[in-house]
C-alpha cells in the first residue's frame, strides 16, 4: 500500500458533522416527549424516553469513534484540543437532552395547568438554540474546505452570534417559567417543585451546551487566523 | 556466447524488471492525488501516468543517470579492468532491486532511489575503496533528498496560500478562480516547456541555451495562459456551493499538473532502473570505461516503455487501495501539492539529482497542510520514512557489495 495513503489521515470534520445529526436525533426527541408529558400520556413519553436514550448510546458511539481516529501525531489545521473540545461539548448536548429525558420518567412530577404554556414556550426556545447551533455545524465542511478563514468564517461567526442571542432568549424563558412555578408554590408539593427544577435546569444546560459547541468553533477560528 | 554478452542481457533484463517495479509502485504516488481528488478515474491516471512516464524518461532522463553511470564512483579507476566495473553495476542494479523486493515484502516504505545509490556505493566501497568515491556528489545526493522535500513543501504551501487567500476567502470564490487560474495554467506550461526543451531534447540535436529555452517557454506560458483565459470563461456559474465550484473548476489544472508531475516521475526514476545499465552497455560497447559517450537513447526508452507498461499493468491496483482511503484531497490541494513536486523534482533532475519522488510528494502534502489545506495529516508516517531511508542505503550498498563479490568469484577478474 502507498505510503502517501497512509500519510493521509481520517479527516475529522466530516465525521464531527456526523455526530452533530446523531445528536439532532436525540434532541428531535423532546418536543414530541414534552408534548405527550402535558397531555399526560405516561406510556408515549416512557417511549420517547428510551428513544433518545438509545440516540444518545449512538452519538456515544460516533464520539468513540472521532476521538479514536484523532492520534496524537495527527496534523490539523485546527488545534487537536479545540476539536476534542467542541466534540465534548456537542456531546454535552446529547447528554442533557438523556438527562432531562431520564428526570421526567423518574417521578411522574405533575405539572400544574397554569405552567404548561410557559413550559413549551420554554422548549422551543432550548430547541430554536439547538437548531442554531445545528447550522453551525453544518458548516463545518464548508470551512474544512476554506482553511477557517475569510467570509465562510465570518458568516459562521455571525451564526454563533446569533446562537448567543437564543441562548440568552432560552435563559429568560428558563427564569420566566421558574417565576412562576415559585409563584404557585403553595398549590405544589415540594418534592415536585424541586423535580421541576431539575428539570428546568437540565434543559438549560441543553441550551448552554449548545452555545458552548458554538463558541469552541469560534475558538478554532480565531486561533487559525493567526 | 561470451560473458559480456550475457551481462549485457541480464543487465538490461534487471533494468527493465527494476523499471517496471517503479511503474507498478510508483505510479500510485505520482498519481495519487488526481484519483483522490476524482479529477481522473483510475484507467485514465494510469494511463496518463504510463505515457508522461514514457515522456519524461526519454526527454529528460540522462540527467540523473549519468550521475549514477558515472558520478557517484568514477569510472576512470577501472580504466585497466573494465570488466570489474561491469561486474560492480550489475551488483548494484541487482542488489538494489533484490532490496527493494524484500522491503516491500515487509511493507517498508523504501525509495528505489536510495537503493540504487547505496547499491552503487556499496560495490564502489568494495572496490576501489573510500577514495574511489566521489563524495562531494554524494553529498549532494544527500543533502538533494532534503532539501527536495523541503523546497517542493514550500513551492505547495505558497501556491495554496496564494489560492486559500485570493480565491477561498474571497466574496467572490468563482469570480477570483477565473481570473487567477489562466495564470496557473500558464506557469505550469512554461515549467514543462522549460524542462523540455532546456538541455533536453540533445537527442533530437537541439539544444538551445537558457535564454532561448527561457523566451521560448515564455511564449508557450503566454499562449497557455491565453488558451486557459478563453476555457475558463466559458465556464457558467451555477447555483450551487461556490467553493465546490471551484473545486470543479480546477480539475482541469490538476490534471494538467498531475501530467507534469508524471512526466518529472518518469525523467527522474528512469535512471535508477537504467543508469547502472547504461554504464554497462557503455562500457560493453567501447571496451573501455569512457566518461564521454552519453546514455544511450534507446535505453531511455526501454527504462521508458517499463515504468510505462509497469504503471499499466499494475498501476490501477495500486490506486485503487490509495483511493479508497483518502478522501480529503480536493483539486485545489491536489493542484498545489503536484505543482510543488513537479517543480521540485524537475530541477533536482537538471542537476543530475536522483531523488525520491514519493518522499518529494509527501513533502508537498505537509507544505499543504502547513497552509491548512488538508484536514488531517497522521505525522508518524514520517518517522517510518526517515527509517527505512537510513536503512536502504546501507542495505543496499551490502547487497550490492556480496554481490560483487560474487561475480568476481564467478567469472573471474
Redesign the interface.
Known amino acids: 500500500m502507498s505510503i502517501i495513503s497512509k500519510l493521509l489521515g481520517k479527516s475529522p470534520f466530516e465525521p464531527l458533522h456526523q455526530h452533530m445529526l446523531k445528536v439532532k436525533e436525540c434532541v428531535d426527541l423532546i418536543r414530541p416527549l414534552v408534548d405527550s408529558l402535558l397531555k399526560e400520556e405516561d406510556e408515549k413519553v416512557e417511549e420517547y424516553a428510551k428513544k433518545i436514550a438509545d440516540a444518545e448510546h449512538e452519538a456515544d458511539l460516533v464520539k468513540k469513534e472521532i476521538r479514536n481516529n484523532l492520534p496524537k501525531g495527527l496534523f490539523l489545521p485546527v488545534a487537536r484540543g479545540d476539536i476534542l473540545r467542541f466534540l465534548k461539548e456537542q456531546d454535552n448536548i446529547a447528554d442533557s437532552a438523556e438527562d432531562f429525558a431520564v428526570l421526567i420518567t423518574l417521578r411522574k412530577t405533575k405539572l400544574p395547568d397554569e405552567l404548561k404554556e410557559d413550559l413549551r414556550e420554554f422548549v422551543d426556545k432550548v430547541l430554536e438554540t439547538f437548531n442554531m447551533a445545528v447550522k453551525v455545524s453544518n458548516e463545518i465542511n464548508i470551512l474544512a474546505e476554506t482553511s477557517f478563514g475569510g467570509v465562510e468564517a465570518e458568516k459562521v461567526v455571525d451564526l454563533i452570534e446569533n446562537l448567543k442571542t437564543k441562548e440568552w432568549e432560552a435563559d429568560k424563558a428558563q427564569m420566566k417559567t421558574a417565576r412562576k412555578m415559585f409563584s404557585l408554590e403553595g398549590k405544589m408539593d415540594p418534592v415536585s417543585v424541586i423535580m421541576w427544577m431539575h428539570i428546568f435546569k437540565e434543559l438549560g444546560n441543553l441550551a448552554n451546551h449548545s452555545e458552548n459547541a458554538g463558541d469552541q468553533i469560534r475558538i478554532m477560528l480565531h486561533n487559525s487566523k493567526k | 556466447m561470451d560473458v559480456s554478452f550475457i551481462i549485457l542481457v541480464i543487465a538490461v533484463l534487471v533494468g527493465l524488471y527494476s523499471a517496471v517495479n517503479i511503474g507498478a ?1 510508483d505510479v ?2 505520482s498519481m ?2 488526481s484519483v ?1 481528488s476524482g479529477a481522473l478515474t483510475i484507467k485514465k491516471a494510469v494511463f496518463v501516468a504510463a505515457v508522461c512516464n514514457v515522456f519524461g524518461a526519454v526527454l529528460v532522463g540522462a540527467h540523473v543517470a549519468n550521475t549514477i553511470r558515472k558520478g557517484l564512483v568514477d569510472p576512470l579507476h577501472f580504466a585497466e579492468t573494465p570488466n570489474l566495473f561491469l561486474y560492480g553495476m550489475l551488483a548494484a542494479v541487482l542488489g538494489s532491486a533484490l532490496w527493494v523486493n524484500i522491503a516491500t515484502y515487509f ?1 517498508l ?1 523504501v525509495s528505489t532511489t536510495h537503493s540504487i545509490v547505496g547499491g552503487v556505493l556499496g560495490f564502489g566501497l568494495v572496490s576501489v575503496g573510500f577514495a574511489g568515491i566521489h563524495w562531494n556528489i554524494v553529498i549532494y545526493i544527500v543533502l538533494s533528498w532534503i532539501i527536495s522535500p523541503v523546497f517542493g513543501g514550500l513551492v505547495s504551501y505558497v501556491i495554496f496560500t496564494i489560492i ?1 487567500k485570493s480565491i ?4 467572490t470564490p468563482i469570480e477570483k478562480a477565473k481570473r487567477i487560474g489562466p495564470f496557473f495554467v500558464g506557469i505550469v506550461v512554461f515549467i514543462l516547456v522549460m524542462a523540455i526543451i532546456y538541455k533536453g531534447l540533445k537527442n533530437l540535436h537541439l539544444d538551445f541555451s537558457f535564454l532561448e529555452s527561457f523566451f521560448i517557454s515564455c511564449t508557450a506560458g503566454a499562449a497557455a495562459y491565453f488558451v486557459g483565459y478563453i476555457l475558463i470563461r466559458r465556464y457558467k456559474e451555477k447555483q450551487t ?1 461556490p ?2 465550484q471551484v ?1 470543479q473548476m480546477t480539475i482541469p489544472l490538476q490534471i494538467l499538473t498531475a501530467s507534469v508531475k508524471a512526466f518529472s516521475h518518469g525523467a527522474n526514476d528512469v535512471a535508477n532502473a537504467v543508469g547502472p545499465v547504461a554504464a554497462i552497455v557503455v562500457v560493453l560497447r567501447t571496451h573501455e570505461v569512457s566518461m564521454q559517450v552519453p546514455v544511450p537513447t534507446w535505453l531511455l526508452i526501454v527504462g521508458g516503455l517499463g515504468i510505462g507498461f509497469g504503471a499499466y499493468i499494475w498501476g490501477h491496483r ?1 490506486i485503487e ?2 483511493g479508497e ?6 483539486p485545489t490541494r491536489g493542484f498545489a501539492a503536484e505543482f510543488g513536486t513537479a517543480v521540485s523534482v524537475l530541477i533536482c533532475t537538471h542537476l543530475g539529482m536522483p531523488v525520491s519522488t ?1 518522499h518529494v ?2 513533502g508537498n ?2 507544505g499543504v ?1 502547513l ?11 514520517i518517522k ?2 526517515l527509517s527505512a531511508w537510513v536503512i536502504s542505503v546501507p542495505v543496499a550498498g551490502l547487497f550490492s557489495a556480496a554481490l560483487y563479490g560474487f561475480f568476481i568469484f564467478l567469472f573471474g577478474t
Not at chain 2, 477561498?168 to 466574496?171: A, D, I, K
Not at chain 2, 482511503?325 to 480536493?330: D, E, Q, W
Not at chain 2, 489545506?373 to 497522521?378: E, L
Open positions: 509502485n500510485a504516488n495519487a492525488t483522490a511493507k516504505p486559500r477561498l476567502e474571497s466574496f456551493d467553493y465546490y473545486e495500486v487501495t490509495v482511503k483518502i478522501t480529503l484531497i480536493t514519493t510528494s509527501i502534502i505537509i497542510g497552509a491548512r489545506g488538508i484536514s488531517a495529516i497522521d505525522l508518524n508516517v517510518k520514512i
